[in-house]
């Protein structure tokens, strides 16, 4: 028996009649379906700089975003305002896509739907007060200066949100999540003989505050340190082609790029990306599993229900070397007659949903790192990253590698920073040819950037060694 | 319009002050805006907004917080500005952060800047819907187009600011970009992709939608059949709108905010050579129709024409209040405006014919640069350039080295700035660049 009432009814300050009178003018000129997306979402941030805590911020945030889909037409508007009228405002803007109408549908009656429970955590952000997160950042400066006493400059940042979302659909569906946000972010400059260098680290995920030990603490700041201090003495690697081999953990940053995005099922839908015609057919050696999972908790990646109000699952992208199957939003799943794999997502209620990653990885495969290393006459150990990119179509994807070191004939002779790699996606899963067995998902806050909208997620990676990626260097 | 959100922000600086807040900043906006994408005939997505919001810049005993909501109801945004005057009291005092001098307030220009184009206000979805198909038709005019997809978008927004020591400012702007997004079949699998959008504060001047899908058809086909070409060493011509990001970088190296926190690589420099001598930049915030264009910066500072780099010698930093303070620096404004390429000469044909060989970049993929050293390293798309013209497309190609080296390698600079662009690059002749490729 459904039940007509809701927390999140009061919250947003809406009743089920209403839901329903604004999804019927929503379809009012004819459309297959429609959805309300409301949020309200509560966010802080704090910054530690020379010492002191000197800067804070708060924020509101609250809408609701009203879809209307025809086919794979989307007629999208917004409003900040939650009363009656200015909901059915937006929703006739929303309904213009619909120029003829088509077969009326009407919305069906709501009925409220479960879902997994992936990040509850003790004491929502909303219930920390400013007092509670301030030890966090001393505590960290405190830490970093311990480990490293001479550093010219220590930052510490942190940053919690506090999320609610109420999707009610014309199919009928009613679902909310109670989304939880967490990360604090050490940065370090140091300098030696006039020279400088900086570095970070951070931890992130749908975390509450007790996840914060001191001894992640001093891991992270161990990190911070360890990677500034070794730019002193890191070089540019040598230009050109070389085989590269990828860290455990954050190295997820190439399949996030080579992969992932070449298999959001818009970019196959619409024939743009290389994967387009790929499905089913062998694209790396048996030893490549590659997986893109809503399902790890606590994650940035992790995802209860996805921005549609679908359930979540662990999507299999690559399986034993066979492309298996695209990230799907509720359009690309109707396109391709399949289930929606619950990849629909968007960046706040003025954005239109669209398939994107979650948490992408790479499974563990049968070989150990030194046995990787050792197969190297020369190469690259690609460490920590600041920044990927690709082009769907062509394949070419990027990422930087802040930190690394050289390989010389099987064993690791000197750091190295600051260097491009770019490969092309489907030459370089071919390339792959050793996976160890040691898979770790980063822990650091990664954000995906598509078509303007920014999105949490997670990514890891076992080592693995990639035969031939172009290294930019120096001195060809 | 103007005055009503200068009214709404007079009175949240009232309430922040009813709190509790020695001082208080209110910054409200509005704005509106439509989007139009068009896709295989037909229009693939519609989105109209309307959206507000209100920032509160908070100094209360010695302390500083920054907020902001879109809930403007009287009745929640009172208790959200006590609510975050109580949280600012919970900081720690920091000498440094205060409100701007008013002094600095002083000698704001009376100047027309033309930043709102009235016509947009009649643009119909009909014409919308017409642009779209002229820019799509020209887009798809050939058999291995994959997929082409248009739009149009134009928005129009308002915003006051007002300080509790005696600034106020309301400003208006509008902006109207369209372009298409091109896919073409190349080879067995390879499917590259290109696109062009213009745009700016007026219609006024910007090639018809049918001449932009064209160019954005244009710019893909010139890519198919990009191969590697080997790593080397040699003449490296960036083009304007590659340009942009190229020297953008540079810019935040020369904000005393990097500097004070030991990020920037030009901390030294000022009054020294950092770039060749043929380089010489202007920051204008007075050009009429620019979007960078404004009368105060964000910190209520009236703004200057400034010189940047003379010559290749660095003349200004941008010094805010807060790290000049922290410097003892005198503030000069925190961030750019339109950014002015002067002296410039010739076009990218005419270079082309002068550099003979080498490479041509027209875009970057990824990449990164470390500011506090200048080390960069990035990927990038573009042509040999083969008898003085371009010749095949190349990809797969990194450029790698340091900021401080690249710029004195710098060896010409063009008069062809893409007109509507407010970092306004024109095609650049580096010599001598590291190029990491097959």
């Known amino acids: ?476 | 319009m103007r005055e009503e959100l200068l009214e709404q922000a007079r009175t949240a600086v009232d309430m922040a002050k009813q709190a509790g807040a020695d001082d208080a900043v209110v910054g409200v906006s509005r704005g509106r805006s439509i989007d139009f994408a068009w896709r295989e005939g037909k229009l693939e997505k519609v989105q109209e907004d309307t959206s507000r919001g209100l920032g509160l810049n908070l100094y209360v005993d010695g302390r500083f917080s920054r907020h902001s909501t879109n809930d403007l109801d009287p009745d929640r945004l009172r208790p959200f500005i006590a609510e975050a005057v109580a949280l600012t009291r919970l900081l720690e005092v920091d000498p440094f952060r205060k409100i701007t001098d008013p002094k600095l307030y002083e000698g704001r220009q009376d100047i027309d800047l033309d930043l709102v184009d009235a016509s947009l206000v009649n643009l119909t979805r009909e014409v919308r819907t017409q642009w779209c198909q002229e820019l799509a038709d020209a887009a798809s005019a050939h058999d291995d187009v994959i997929s082409a997809t248009s739009g149009v978008a134009n928005a129009h927004g308002v915003s006051a600011r007002v300080s509790s020591n005696g600034f106020e400012g309301a400003s208006e702007g509008s902006s109207v970009w369209y372009g298409s997004e091109v896919t073409v079949s190349d080879g067995p699998t390879k499917r590259p992709e290109a696109w062009w959008w213009v745009g700016g504060s007026h219609l006024e001047g910007l090639p018809s939608p049918k001449e932009t899908g064209a160019e954005a058809l244009r710019r893909v086909l010139a890519r198919r059949g990009a191969t590697k070409a080997p790593s080397s060493k040699t003449t490296m011509v960036v083009d304007p709108e590659a340009g942009a990001s190229l020297m953008g970088r540079i810019f935040g190296a020369m904000s005393a905010g990097a500097i004070q926190q030991k990020r920037s690589y030009l901390a030294d420099q000022l009054g020294k050579s950092i770039t060749s001598d043929v380089l010489t930049l202007t920051d204008d915030p007075f050009r009429p129709r620019m979007g960078a264009s404004r009368l105060w910066d964000g910190e209520g500072i009236a703004t200057k024409k400034r010189t940047v780099i003379e010559g290749g010698v660095l003349k200004t930093f941008y010094v805010d209040t807060y790290y000049g303070r922290k410097l003892g620096w005198e503030p000069t404004t925190g961030s750019p405006s339109n950014i002015v390429f002067e002296g410039g000469k010739g076009d990218l044909a005419s270079m082309l014919g002068d550099v003979g060989e080498g490479l041509y970049v027209n875009s970057w993929l990824g990449g990164n640069a470390n500011m506090t050293t200048g080390d960069f390293s990035f990927g990038l798309r573009g042509h040999v350039i083969r008898d003085g013209a371009l010749a095949e497309p190349i990809s797969e190609m990194n450029v790698t080295g340091n900021y401080a080296e690249l710029l004195q390698k710098l060896v010409r600079v063009g008069d062809d700035p893409v007109p509507w662009s407010t970092f306004r690059t024109p095609t650049l002749v580096f010599e001598g660049i590291q190029f990491s490729g097959a």
């Open chain 1, 1 to 476: 028996m459904a039940s007509t009432t809701h927390p999140y009814y009061d919250w947003f300050g809406v009743d089920e009649a209403m839901l329903s009178k604004v999804l019927s003018e929503a379809l009012g000129r004819g459309a297959d379906y429609a959805d309300l997306y409301f949020e309200h979402s509560r966010s802080g941030s704090l910054t530690l700089e020379d010492g002191i805590i000197s800067r804070a911020s708060s924020a509101v945030d609250r809408g609701v975003g009203i879809r209307v889909v025809v086919g794979d037409q989307t007629g999208y508007a917004y409003s900040e305002d939650l009363d009656l009228p200015s909901m059915l405002k937006a929703a006739r803007t929303a309904a213009t896509i619909a120029q003829v109408s088509t077969d009326e549908v009407p919305p069906q009656t709501l009925t409220q739907r479960g879902h997994a429970d992936l990040y509850s955590i003790d004491r929502n952000w909303e219930d920390v007060g400013v007092a509670e997160k301030l030890p966090l950042l001393q505590q960290t400066e405190a830490f970093v200066r311990a480990i490293e006493p001479g550093l010219e400059k220590v930052t510490v940042a942190w940053a919690d949100s506090d999320d609610r979302v109420l999707i009610a659909t014309s199919d009928g569906r009613v679902i909310a999540d109670r989304r939880p946000m967490s990360r604090l972010w050490c940065s370090v400059a140091a300098s030696k003989d006039g020279e400088v260098q900086t570095g970070s680290s951070n931890v992130a995920g749908r975390h509450g505050i007790d996840w914060y030990t001191d001894e992640r603490l001093k891991t992270m700041c161990q990190e911070a340190v360890d990677r500034t201090m070794i730019l002193f003495e890191a070089r540019r690697p040598p230009a050109g082609e070389l085989p590269v081999v990828l860290d455990a953990g954050a190295s997820g940053i190439l399949l996030h790029e080579a992969v992932g995005h070449g298999m959001e099922a818009d970019f196959n839908r619409k024939g743009t990306s290389i994967y387009s015609t790929m499905i089913g057919e062998t694209v790396a050696p048996e030893c490549v599993t590659i997986v893109d999972s809503a399902l790890h908790p606590f994650e940035r990646g992790a995802l209860n229900i996805d921005d549609e109000g679908n359930p979540t699952e662990r999507t299999v992208l690559v399986e034993n070397g066979v492309m298996r199957t695209y990230l799907h939003d509720r359009i690309s799943a109707k396109h391709y007659g399949v289930e929606s794999t619950g990849s629909g997502r968007r960046e706040s209620f003025r954005h239109v949903p669209m398939p994107r990653m979650r948490c992408t990885y790479m499974e563990s495969g049968e070989h150990d790192r030194d046995e990787i290393i050792e197969s190297v006459k020369l190469g690259i150990v690609a460490e920590t990253f600041t920044n990927g990119q690709v082009q769907i179509g062509a394949g070419d994807f990027t990422f930087y590698i802040k930190n690394g070191w050289l390989i010389e004939d099987g064993k690791v002779t000197a750091p190295i920073k600051d260097c491009n790699i770019i490969g092309n996606g489907p030459a370089a899963l071919k390339d792959i040819s050793m996976v160890a067995s040691d898979m770790k998902l980063d822990t650091g806050g990664w954000t995906c950037g598509k078509e303007g909208q920014r999105v949490p997620v997670s990514q890891g990676m076992p080592t693995v060694l990639v035969n031939k990626l172009t290294v930019g260097g120096v001195d060809a």
